[in-house]
């Protein structure tokens, strides 16, 4: 099992567990519970931070217990709990396992980036988790004489970007895992991932990828690894673009 899944089982059980000990000693006021719950969030998502739990995974764990109090309370069908949990997995999938969240890639940021790339060659790009295609979609639309394949692993997102992209020919758009597909046949592969996974990225580019070809990273940059550029984005979330050559005796485009 992943260490981030134990951990935050173990931030979560540790929770109950204070919750439930502190109560039976009698070092509790008679709660509601919902103020159990928040109480528990509060001790679940201290347990994480003294895990060195990664920082979005606090609020989490704050709400999980609370969440789960208020939906109980609600009175909402139970079927819709089973369908809500299977949306979930439907649309984030192995997120549980990679850590990565859906990121979606705005237009300003597909254009910056086209613009700093020669529009006269044929480069071959990939969209390394393309979620709803939003990337392939307006890049394709801005060069279609490029090869531009989006790969994605979660089945929502990538019917959403399929049907998204039903009148853009040139936007290829496949399910698969990004680990298990090859890097070597592109000019530029694309990345909007977490931090998490930026070195095994970077392995992986370095190991298939041609020399000279172009690594770009949406928001996280790579440890240690001095990019060749930084495209800054001046959109809300005043983007940074983060572009790593692939080093080699052998440049190639673009």
Known sequence: MPTHIVKALAAQAAGLILVYSLGQNGWLPALPAIGLALLQGVLAAS???????PRWWLPIHFLFCPALVLASASGLPTWLYGATFLALCLIYWSSFRTQVPL?????????RL??????????KVLDAGSGTGS??????????????RGLESAPAPLWLSRWLARKT???QLQ????????????DLVYAF?????MPALWRKARKEMKAGSLLVSNSFAIPDVKPESIIKIDDRRQTRLYCYRIPGTKPTKP
């Open 47 to 53: 347990a994480a931070l003294l895990l060195s739990s």
């Open 103 to 111: 990121f979606l890639s705005n237009r300003i940021t597909v254009h």
């Open 114 to 123: 086209a613009a700093s790339l020669p529009s006269s060659d044929s480069l």
């Open 135 to 148: 990337f392939v979609r307006h890049l394709a639309r801005l060069r279609p004489n490029w090869k531009i």
């Open 169 to 171: 020919p040139a936007a």
């Open 175 to 186: 399910r698969g895992d990004i680990w298990a597909h090859p890097f070597g046949e592109y």
């Open 193 to 197: 991932l977490s931090p998490v996974p």
